[in-house]
């Protein structure tokens, strides 16, 4: 009663409300500080994602570079190997086409013999 009549409670009651607001404010800072520490290691945790995601794509490129140099010198050596039957196959159709050219001038001579040797046998 005696704080009513000087006025205190009105204090009072703005102190406990001034308080109340104080340990609000206080709640709610330490929820944004939790927060920011969350989104902290989030954007860490990005980071590193990022940089495995620039490093993949540099070592993929690095990769098909030196893949398009090994498969283009294979492709070079399988050219020239290519290349070189293609001669050997052209070499060996003219001999096959010299020796066949040969035949009937050694099937007429072997013709001309088998008589020859009929007679030698049956004497």
Not at 56 to 85: I, P, Q, W
């Amino acid at each position: 009663m005696i704080e009513e009549a000087a006025g205190i409670t009105r204090f009072k009651t703005r102190k406990r409300l001034a308080e109340a607001k104080l340990e609000g404010a206080k709640q709610n800072l330490a929820r944004v500080y939790d927060i920011l520490e969350e989104v902290t290691r989030q954007t860490n945790s990005l980071k590193r994602q990022a940089q495995k995601a620039r490093r993949y794509v540099e070592l993929k490129a690095d990769l098909e570079s030196r893949l398009k140099v090994v498969l283009s010198g294979k492709y070079r050596l399988l050219e020239r190997d290519a290349a070189k039957t293609a001669i050997d196959l052209n070499l060996a159709a003219a001999e096959f086409k010299g020796l066949g050219g040969q035949v009937p001038s050694r099937n007429r001579r072997m013709s001309k013999r088998r008589p020859d040797a009929m007679r030698s046998k049956s004497g």
